[in-house]
């Protein structure tokens, strides 16, 4: 226990270095100057890792000591790019300073879920409430006093003076929702009593409440026009019945109901079409639709093997670079080493994610873990994929890197069940997982 904390505050310290590091090569490359707050920045990024750290020595003890530092990491970085992107763009000087304190804010985040969260199991009792509380956040940007539209989304809420997008807790909401039942009907739905065609599948009726969330879940999102949301829920979803029940023809299905459902939404939505033909052609309107698109390509194409350092870009020259885009601006000024870096660093997450799943006891939290992990890597794949062009836009940020509070924060929270759940497995090291898992046709 004691050692696996103590490398924890080995790679944090490391995590906090590169990120100061980070912050005043960005100063020199734009200004040939070390910057004046290296010293109280040093110190505020330590202070806030150092907290985070003595929660888990609090409060889970037993929990991964790599996926913290590579969290930090990653927000140390995004938030070093956000502070070198506000120099350079127009009305964005404050940018540094909000995604400061929403990064305190997910600190924050992370330790009430770490104190209120002692068990998963604890989760598992409010299978439904979750479910209800994910429909409810999502329905929000809807009523007409609270919801705000920008960039023809309909998904963000004003409290005050201060907005924020709901369909980011949400998700986790369903997630814990989806994988709660699935644990209690895993048996029930790996017997398969109706075929169509080579494929076969339970009763429907074993399936209904997974559907009945999902579907008005993804139907709150179509009528938001938050389509890539809805994308990684459905596929999130998709991945853990796979997972819970071994069969092949569950995420069959659901890749086929995806490409239906895109074709259709293609065919409804005006901007949704546009997207595919940015993707397919964006060279076709290079100066209006794939503007976004063709810059990013130029940044990364200027970007290299080495990248041409932080500072010594222009990544700003890419419309909204610090929340979409903010992965080419890293292309540009990291080359594709620092690309590749950010990668591994996603997969470093979701690896640990899944080796967690492994180490779980009990079918809720594995299942958690999965939904979890899955969440969190599709997130990452489909705004990367999105930049170099494997697959359309969709307008959703990349975890911990993209500016944005409330990505931030609920991102946190995810984190941090993912480490009680590393937790709560580490406590029963002598029950090894004793399912064997074999894909079924």
């Known amino acids: 226990m004691r050692s696996r904390r103590n490398r924890e505050l080995i790679l944090l310290a490391l995590a906090a270095g590169g990120t100061a590091g980070a912050y005043a090569l960005a100063s020199l490359g734009r200004t040939a100057s070390m910057p004046a707050d290296l010293l109280p920045f040093f110190g505020i990024v330590l202070g806030l890792l150092l907290g985070a750290h003595l929660v888990l020595r609090r409060f889970a003890p037993h929990a991964d000591p790599t996926i913290l530092p ?27 300073g909000q995604q400061a304190v929403w990064t305190a804010i997910g600190i924050a985040a992370f330790t009430a879920t770490m104190i209120f969260v002692p068990r998963t199991r604890i989760l598992d009792d409010y299978r439904y409430l979750a479910g209800v509380s994910g429909i409810v956040l999502l329905l929000l940007p809807l009523l007409p006093f609270l919801g705000r539209e920008v960039n023809s989304a309909r998904i963000w809420v004003r409290l005050g003076p201060v907005n924020f997008q709901p369909g980011e807790f949400a998700k986790i909401a369903l997630a814990i929702f989806i994988a709660s039942y699935l644990a209690e009907k ?6 398969a009593r109706l075929r169509i065609g080579p494929m076969s599948f339970p009763e429907p009726r074993h399936l209904a409440p997974v559907f009945a969330a999902l579907g008005l879940a993804l139907l709150v999102m179509v009528a938001e026009k938050d389509l890539g949301s809805s994308l990684l829920l459905f596929l999130v979803a998709a991945v853990t019945l796979w997972v819970a029940t071994s069969r092949l023809s569950y995420l069959l299905t659901g890749v086929g109901l995806f490409l239906i459902g895109g074709w259709m939404a293609s065919q409804i939505f005006g901007h949704v079409q546009d997207r595919l033909d940015i993707w397919l052609d964006p060279w076709a309107d290079p100066d209006g639709k794939g503007f976004q698109p063709v810059e990013a ?10 990248g041409t350092g932080p500072g010594r870009g222009e990544p700003y020259r890419i419309p909204e670079v610090e929340t979409d885009f903010i992965f080419a601006a890293i292309g540009e000024e990291l080359g594709l080493i620092g690309s590749t870096a950010i990668l591994i660093a996603f997969v470093s997450i979701v690896a640990s994610g899944l080796r967690i799943a492994t180490g779980a006891r009990d079918q809720f939290p594995k299942l958690l873990a999965v939904s979890l992990s899955a969440l969190l890597g599709i997130q990452a794949f489909i705004i990367i994929g999105g930049i170099i062009r494997i697959v359309p836009l969709t307008g959703i940020t990349l975890p911990f890197v993209s500016y944005g509070g409330s990505s931030l924060v609920a991102n946190w929270v995810l984190v941090a069940l993912l480490l009680r759940i590393s937790n709560d497995a580490a406590l029963r090291p002598e029950l090894a997982p004793t399912d064997d898992f074999e894909v079924v046709p």
Do not use: H, K, M, S
């Open 297 to 306: 390509t130029f940044a990364l194409a200027n970007g290299g093997i080495t």
């Open 70 to 96: 590579v969290v930090a990491l990653l927000n140390g970085l995004g938030y070093v790019f956000i502070a070198r992107l506000a120099n350079d763009i127009d009305n964005a000087t404050a940018l540094p």
């Open 186 to 191: 895993r048996e029930i739905l790996q017997v």
